[in-house]
């Protein structure tokens, strides 16, 4: 039951994070025209995934970005709850590994 709560606590979290995440990769996109930073670093996986969709965002980057953040709320609790670090260590290390490329002209600026 504890476990469950965090996960549920965890993902909700996840979903309250989500809105200032996406509005600052949206002011970074800067109406197509900005250098998409903030998107690259809190989003690299939809950005990453443009790189198979055309070298546009498009749907699987929008519903990768709008399930990201829930997604590593519920990781990241149930990593706590059970005392497994190395998952949540794991998944910041996953992230900062999918930024690298996203930062190092992968990913196209969309401009």
């Given at each position: 039951?504890?476990?469950?709560?965090?996960?549920?606590?965890?993902?909700l979290?996840?979903v309250?994070?989500?809105?200032?995440?996406?509005?600052?990769a949206?002011?970074?996109?800067?109406?197509?025209?900005?250098?998409?930073?903030?998107?690259?670093?809190?989003?690299?996986?939809?950005?990453?995934l443009t790189?198979?969709?055309?070298?546009?965002?498009g749907?699987?980057?929008?519903?990768?970005?709008?399930?990201?953040f829930?997604?590593?709320?519920?990781?990241?609790?149930?990593?706590?709850?059970?005392?497994?670090?190395?998952?949540?260590?794991?998944?910041?290390?996953?992230?900062?590994?999918?930024a690298?490329?996203?930062?190092a002209?992968?990913?196209?600026?969309?401009?």
């Amino acid at each position: 039951m504890r476990v469950r709560r965090a996960r549920v606590t965890g993902a909700l979290a996840g979903v309250l994070a989500s809105l200032p995440a996406l509005f600052l990769a949206l002011l970074s996109a800067g109406a197509g025209h900005g250098d998409y930073g903030f998107a690259r670093a809190l989003f690299p996986v939809p950005m990453l995934l443009t790189l198979i969709q055309g070298d546009s965002l498009g749907r699987i980057s929008l519903a990768a970005s709008l399930l990201q953040f829930p997604i590593y709320g519920l990781v990241l609790a149930d990593a706590f709850a059970r005392r497994r670090m190395l998952w949540a260590a794991l998944l910041v290390i996953g992230h900062a590994a999918a930024a690298i490329p996203c930062f190092a002209g992968t990913v196209p600026n969309f401009s």
